[in-house]
């Protein structure tokens, strides 16, 4: 006879609820053998299901349980009404079970004594031949594992008779056991089957698995994991950690507890590694919570104990092995669908062009090659320690005045990191960024290009033009680190930043880049949020809400980075000061706030010497210059014609972002050389303009200009003009026509600089009598004053900062009897310097200088070391006092800033970081962005259809060769005109996810594919994406192959095709 | 198929279309841009006027006069040609002491006064010697105020032509050797530098350092401890000797020079009485300069400088009378007025230097030897008074002195003033007999020194 069937039903209340509870009814009715009994849970108002005539027929009791009632607590509840001698059949109000699906769940454990448990196989509701899971089991860590999950049902997994656990929905759990196989409350909702087969394992039985009987389930049910990425991350790591407390041996207990914080934050440099930033807050979550749920271990604990025949050894075999995890290990290949867009770096050419930029650099600056460190302009030598040049970069205190702690300027990060790269003797790093710069910005202005064109010898010349930039060439020859970094750095922005919607990786890539051009020119910051502002926009307006998360993240580092500065700067109501230029404030020259200054702006050139070309040619030939530059113009403002004319207007609308940033720049005067206002140099602004003109050329060469010999013709003409722009700058080094000198290595005197070797706290007042009869007095620390060192809080202030000095500066030259020496000694003063201003000194400062000289000549305790090229030096006779330790509130303000912005930084670095699963993503899309379906296709070509005539034009301009061509070209055209395919493709990567997701080992450092909680996400970017797509790509942001509907599309891509 | 054909060409026309508008609007806009006006903004460097604490106030006096060629054996053996009139007082105690000159056997010492500061904050401390010589050599009137010693000066004056003799005096009233550097700017610049041991008085012949320069300008910089320059000058045409004159720093260096005091005897056509000696430091530029007197403009010149180049110009035809002399520069420049009683022999000149601004109170000592008096300018825009009172006692008076004008007050010989001015006014005292002409601008003590703006 067979055994009573007590099926419960957990149901959620709700109209869609309810219906999908009633065609759960439906099929209980219709089952060959129905239930005996059916209880129905409902967790929540149980009005409806009263009044249901369909379930009054059929359940014999309805219970109502509080709303937050889990699926494991409901079961409970209704665990009392139960008769003895009862199986009981877990149901929830979305599983219904195909007709024969309890006779067979019941014939399971009839024709297996020794099964506890018997599991359906549980199929999609919408689509009834994907498995949506038949058997758990878990590796030898305790991580559970599908062992089919998202697979198409082809009866291939029905061979398996045992499984180690399944999933809860619809398990028979025979009636021996049922007291002590209840799903587990503990463990939040997930791993409930698989810890309830894990203890009808221990308790002697086992799980079969019965895959005759097809439960539907759909994936928002009371007992199926939560939709939402953070939620399920949070379920399913709990219930992990929680098995592992409940399973350890005793005496492992504490060991687990105490590996659970060192385990999260482990973990949470593998989601940030493998791109899911969303798992971070719920693996730190799962780990406190569970840290601190000591009754819920010691229940679980007891549970388990209570019902515990066998020993652990016997779960062993039904553990997943290593190798069987390996051998499941997808690494997604062939998940691009197809679309390989391959970077063609060396293949294209670019490796060439920058090699040829290097030749040009060298020949440029030869000497440079022998030069130990770079001075002259706004350049300074960098500090002799790593360490020190890092302690620059942290809030704390600042390297020159006295008592001024405060927040490092960003810019003091980005002079560390260049320094650490040549740790031996960082300042010969600032050399070799002089004799790199060109083939650098060749390197980035290529990879920039590739978001805009495919050709190869287009990438080129967008590389090309942007290291020829004027404003780039001008600040090499005029000495400033900050603007030719940031000219550096501005290309690998645009080349991260968009695409940075559309993955994580570029996203963090984006956000550390943006960080470091911001802290290189702060100016330039009303731009970019202006065109952050349209990024976003349109990314909201497509709907694409990861896209503008992952947006919002490009923020962070910059915001950690310089909120303590802005917080600073508005305390001391200097907000614009926030923008000042970092580094060494150089009153060099520069364009002019009116409007000659202004049209010389316009033009490119940000100061009255065209790049060299005034020093060369006399300032009338000179003013000709700019006509140089006005083939490129011409093509960038063909750009908003072009037929990818959205990336087109939005480029120049990048120009025009530039141009006015450049515009205004010239008229703020926040900083302030020894008293000297010093406007912000333009030249930054200019280098976001020129990214948008050449950015808008290879618009137009790339889509609009279709005739080889034509776009040969223009790339030629521009690319030349450019060139010949550039000869005076070139140049300059052998001429001696730059301000570039050969070191000094430092400031000052020698003496000091050996006295403070090593960054020693060594500190000199320098004072420096001014033309206008007035003095500059500062306090450098260290053995010279340097890039890293310099503090816009102190060459924006516009109030003394920390220790005023100023009336013992005066005292110390004027006539007053004081006790100088131990005044200064006090302030920790080692050496006083009294320097004189630089260029042409007025008969004011020598005079000043002159007297003050014999005044310090005079004083009792002052050793007069010496005349020294950089100045006269004394020696204080009293012992200084050492420098002033921070106390503890600065301390703690101190560390705690710092430590934010190390972990941003670093969260922002570990998402940067590829892995193959991202390169695999970025290769599975088109790189260039904001296509339209507008612009000509750029089809493959063969050899044979080469027609002789235009075979080598063409060669130079598109990629090298026909045979590398094809692919490539043919994956494009496909992005393009299969768009709407792409759904699919993401969908199918993100059907396939959870398999690749299953073989992260915790362990593993290596390979983290894109996990389950991730590519959903993409698969939820991609659908908008092509749904939204009628509406015409309108930006540069970001647009990935927008696929269209339009009906034309399938005849474009015909008719090449049938031509060919 | 001809209907989807007819949107596209629609839709590519509108595309275009707008591409155009864009294109032009965006160099519509750049040009606009260029245009038009941005706004700005500017802050203020953080600055901290600092008034240089006010130490001891020194002065150094210039002692005998020295007389150049009178042993036939010895021809640069100096000799004292006469002991001048001193007069001196202070608002306080005072330390007097004198200097050593070894060039001068048994004369008297050049006298020092040190005012101490510390009682009662400044110390005001007012010498002036005069001397009137008859002698077959030297003749004529030489005065000039004692003054406080200074790490650089400027002597703009003297002659090396045949005829003069004339010296620059070098005294160190402190406690260590100072170097002194001479820089002759003539057709060339040429240097030299001659040691000043501590307490001594030394002198250096114009002719030895500045040979062959026309009108020489000298800068003395001292270095180890600072030094009162000074120049002595004497004429002798033909046989007969025209004059004697002291002459002290000219000052700092300004693009805007206001020389008080400026006396003209006799009117002359032919030959310059008056002349400006001018000279740019730095740089090329021109120089305006503009004789006044009783608030209007008497005459008005243009002067073409070079840098570092001394040029001299004449003020001619002069009435007699009071003159105050303004020269505006657009580049610093150095200058003094000779000024000299007429042509021809037994006459007498002095050199007039430039008027630094006085505000709040000064003492001026008054010297015997001629009729003197005290002229006060005015150059400013506001109205100045300036109460004037014999420090011992006696009635004092108040003086107007409207703005732009320039006001003459008699004074009594060997007599102290304590002159107090509310707004920035120039003083000089200008000393004037027959055949006997001499003159100085009043400077301020420490106690007006100006504050030093400090960029922290």
């Keep these: ?221 009371p007992a199926a994991l939560p939709k939402g990425a953070a939620q399920r991350a949070y379920v399913t790591r709990i219930a992990q950690l929680h098995r592992r407390l409940a399973y350890a041996p005793a005496i492992a207990v504490p060991l687990h507890w105490l590996t659970l914080l060192p385990l999260a934050l482990w973990r949470t440099v593998v989601h940030l590694i493998g791109k899911r930033p969303a798992s971070v807050f719920p693996e730190w979550g799962a780990a406190i919570v569970e840290m601190i749920r000591f009754g819920a271990v010691a229940r679980s604990r007891r549970n388990i104990r209570a019902f515990r025949r066998a020993s652990w050894a016997s779960i062993a075999p039904l553990r997943i092995t290593r190798g069987e995890l390996h051998r499941r290990l997808d690494d997604g290949h062939g998940s691009e669908g197809g679309a390989v867009s391959e970077l063609n770096f060396f293949s294209g050419g670019g490796a060439w062009a920058v090699l040829g930029a290097l030749a040009v650099s060298v020949g440029s600056f030869t000497t440079l090659l022998a030069w130990p460190a770079l001075g002259g302009g706004a350049l300074l030598p960098l500090r002799d320690t790593i360490a020190a040049l890092w302690r620059d970069a942290a809030w704390g205190q600042r390297g020159v005045g006295i008592d001024v702690a405060g927040p490092a300027d960003p810019f003091a990060g980005v002079i560390a990191v260049l320094g650490t790269l040549w740790g031996g003797a960082p300042s010969f790093a600032m050399v070799l960024l002089w004799l790199l710069a060109l083939p650098l910005a060749v390197l980035g202005g290529w990879f920039a290009a590739t978001r805009i064109t495919d050709r190869g010898g287009l990438r080129i010349f967008g590389g090309v033009a942007w290291s020829l930039a004027p404003t780039f060439l001008t600040a090499l020859i005029e000495g400033r680190p900050a603007a030719v970094l940031l000219h550096l750095l501005l290309p690998w922005l645009f080349h991260t930043a968009v695409v940075a919607h559309r993955s994580w990786g570029a996203a963090g890539a984006a956000s550390i880049v943006l960080a470091a051009t911001l802290a290189c020119a702060p100016s330039l910051a009303p731009a970019i949020a202006l065109l952050w502002l349209l990024a976003i926009i349109i990314v909201l307006s497509r709907a694409w809400f990861h896209g503008a998360v992952r947006l919002l993240w490009m923020l962070a580092p910059t915001a950690a980075l310089f909120v303590p500065l802005i917080v600073w700067q508005v305390r001391r109501g200097n907000i614009w000061a926030v923008f000042a230029d970092p580094g060494f404030v150089w009153a060099g020259p520069q364009a002019a706030a009116d409007s000659a200054g202004r049209l010389l702006l316009a033009s490119g050139f940000p100061t009255a010497d065209f790049a060299g070309w005034a020093d060369l040619t006399g300032s009338a030939v000179a003013a000709w210059a700019p006509l140089l530059i006005a083939p490129l113009a011409l093509l960038a403002l063909a750009a908003a014609v072009a037929p990818r004319w959205g990336a087109g207007i939005t480029l120049l609308g990048v120009t025009m972002a530039g141009l006015a940033t450049a515009f205004m720049a010239v008229g703020v005067t926040v900083s302030f050389a020894q008293g000297t206002p010093v406007e912000i140099w333009p030249g930054t602004g200019l280098s976001l303009a020129w990214a948008g003109l050449v950015g808008g050329a290879l618009v137009t060469l790339d889509t609009a200009v279709t005739m080889p010999r034509l776009r040969v013709a223009a790339v030629t003409v521009a690319g030349l003009a450019l060139a010949v722009c550039a000869v005076p700058a070139l140049t300059a080094f ?327 | 198929m001809i209907q989807k054909r007819a949107i596209r060409v629609v839709a590519i026309g509108a595309r275009l279309l707008v591409g155009i508008v864009i294109a032009v609007a965006c160099v519509a806009g750049v040009i606009a841009a260029v245009a038009l006006p941005w706004p700005g903004t500017a802050s203020e460097p953080a600055q901290v006027p600092v008034t240089p604490s006010a130490g001891d106030t020194t002065l150094v006096c210039t002692g005998d006069f020295r007389a150049v060629g009178r042993n036939s054996l010895d021809a640069a053996q100096q000799l004292s040609a006469g002991t001048p009139d001193l007069t001196v007082d202070s608002n306080g105690p005072r330390e007097d002491s004198a200097l050593v000159v070894p060039e001068l056997e048994g004369a008297g010492a050049p006298q020092q006064f040190t005012g101490s500061a510390e009682q009662g904050g400044v110390a005001l401390v007012a010498a002036a010697e005069s001397i009137t010589l008859r002698d077959d050599d030297l003749s004529g009137l030489a005065a000039s105020a004692c003054r406080e010693p200074h790490t650089e000066s400027w002597l703009v004056g003297g002659a090396v032509d045949t005829g003069t003799s004339d010296l620059i005096i070098l005294s ?271 400077w301020a003590g420490q106690a007006a020194q100006e504050p030093i703006i400090v960029y922290p």
């Design chain 2, 172 to 442: 160190n009233p402190g406690d260590v050797t100072a170097t002194a550097t001479l820089t002759v700017f003539g057709l060339e610049q040429t240097s030299s530098t001659t040691l000043v041991p501590a307490g001594t008085q030394v002198s250096v012949p114009l002719a030895s350092v500045a040979a062959g320069a026309q009108d020489p300008v000298v800068r003395i910089t001292a270095a180890g401890a600072p030094l009162r320059a000074e120049l002595q000058s004497s004429l002798i045409r033909t046989l007969d000797p025209s004059g004697i004159d002291l002459q002290d720093t000219a000052g700092a260096p300004s693009d805007s020079l206001t020389f008080a005091g400026v006396q003209v005897v006799t009117k002359s056509a032919d030959s310059a009485l008056t002349v400006v000696r001018l000279m740019a430091t730095g740089q090329a530029t021109e120089a305006r300069v503009t004789v006044r007197a009783g608030g209007e403009d008497v005459h008005q010149l243009s002067v073409p400088l070079e840098s570092s180049t001394p040029t001299e110009v004449s003020l001619d035809a002069l009435e007699p009378g009071t003159y105050s002399v303004e020269v505006e520069a657009d580049a610093p420049v150095v200058g003094a007025v000779r000024q000299t009683t007429g042509p021809g022999a037994g006459s007498d000149f002095a050199w007039m230097t430039p008027a630094p601004e006085i505000r709040g109170e000064v003492l001026v000592a008054v010297p015997g030897g001629a009729k003197a008096k005290i002229h006060l300018v005015n150059p400013g825009d506001a109205d100045a008074t300036v109460s004037l009172a014999p420090t011992t006692g006696g009635a004092g008076q108040e003086i107007d002195v409207p703005a732009g004008e320039d006001v003459v007050v008699d004074a009594d010989p060997q007599t102290t003033y304590s002159l107090t001015a509310d707004e920035a006014v120039h003083v000089a005292v200008a000393l004037s007999g027959t055949n006997a002409l001499a003159g100085w601008p009043v």
């Design chain 1, 1 to 221: 006879m067979p055994t009573r069937v007590h099926a419960i039903i957990v149901a959620r209340p709700g109209p869609s609820s309810h219906a999908q509870l009633l065609r759960t009814i439906d099929a209980l009715t219709l089952q060959t053998r129905r239930p005996d009994a059916v209880t129905l849970v409902v967790c929540g108002d149980g009005t409806a299901a009263r009044e249901s005539e369909a379930i009054g027929g059929i359940a014999e009791s309805i219970i109502e349980a509080r709303s937050g009632t889990s699926f494991a607590e409901a079961v409970q509840l209704a665990v009392p009404r139960i008769t003895d001698g009862s199986t009981v059949w877990l149901l929830a109000h979305d599983t219904a079970p195909h007709p024969g699906a309890l006779a067979h769940l019941s014939g399971a454990l009839e024709r297996s004594p020794s099964a506890l448990i018997a599991a359906p196989k549980l199929v999609d509701v919408d689509n009834e031949r994907e498995l949506v899971s038949l058997g758990i089991t878990m590796t030898t860590l305790g991580r559970s594992v599908e062992l089919a999950a998202g697979e198409l049902d082809q009866n291939q997994h029905d061979g398996r008779d045992d499984a180690l656990g399944a999933d809860i929905r619809g398990m028979l759990i025979r009636s021996e056991a049922r007291e002590h196989l209840q799903p587990d409350p503990s463990l939040n909702g997930a791993d409930e089957g698989l810890d309830l087969g894990v203890r009808a394992r221990l308790a002697g039985g086992r799980v079969v698995l019965a895959p005759g009987a097809r439960i539907s389930v759909s994936p928002d049910g």
């Design chain 1, 734 to 1060: 052998h001429t001696d026509r730059t301000v570039l000198t050969n070191g000094p290595q430092s400031t000052l005197p020698a003496y000091v600089a050996a006295e403070a070797r090593g960054d020693r706290e060594v500190s000199t007042l320098v004072l420096t009598p001014q033309n206008d009869g007035g003095l500059d007095a500062e306090v450098v620390w260290g053995a010279s004053a340097t890039l890293g060192a310099q503090s816009t809080i102190l060459t924006t202030a516009i109030e003394p900062q920390g220790a005023d000095i100023s009336t013992l500066s005066v005292d110390l030259l004027s006539a007053r009897d004081f006790d100088a020496p131990g005044e200064l000694a006090s302030l920790g003063i080692h050496f006083v310097l009294l320097d004189q201003v630089e260029g042409n000194e007025s008969d004011a400062a020598r005079a000043f200088r002159v007297e003050a000289v014999t005044a310090l000549d005079q004083r009792a305790g002052f050793v007069k070391v010496g005349e020294t090229d950089k100045g006269v030096l004394w020696r204080l006779e009293a012992e200084p006092a050492d420098r002033a330790e921070p106390s503890r509130a600065e301390a703690g303000v101190s560390s705690s800033i710092t430590v934010i912005q190390l972990i941003v930084l670093f969260a922002a670095l570990l998402l940067a970081i590829p892995t193959r699963a991202s390169r695999r993503a970025a290769r599975a899309r088109s790189r260039i962005v904001g296509r339209s379906p507008e612009e000509p296709l750029v089809l493959p070509r063969r050899r044979e259809d080469v027609r002789d005539d235009d075979a080598l034009d063409d060669d130079t301009l598109d990629d090298d060769g026909p045979d590398e061509d094809g692919p490539e070209a043919r994956a494009t055209s496909e992005g393009v005109v299969e768009g709407s395919d792409e759904s699919t493709d993401d969908l199918d990567s993100a059907a396939s996810a959870p398999e690749s997701a299953a073989d992260v080992p915790e362990s593993a450092t290596d390979a983290a594919p894109e996990s389950a909680t991730d590519d959903p996400e993409n698969a939820a970017d991609g659908a908008p994406e092509s749904a939204a797509a009628p509406a015409p790509e309108s930006a540069a942001a970001p647009a990935p192959e927008s696929a269209t509907d339009d009906p034309e599309q399938p005849d474009e891509s015909v008719d090449p095709e049938e031509e060919r």
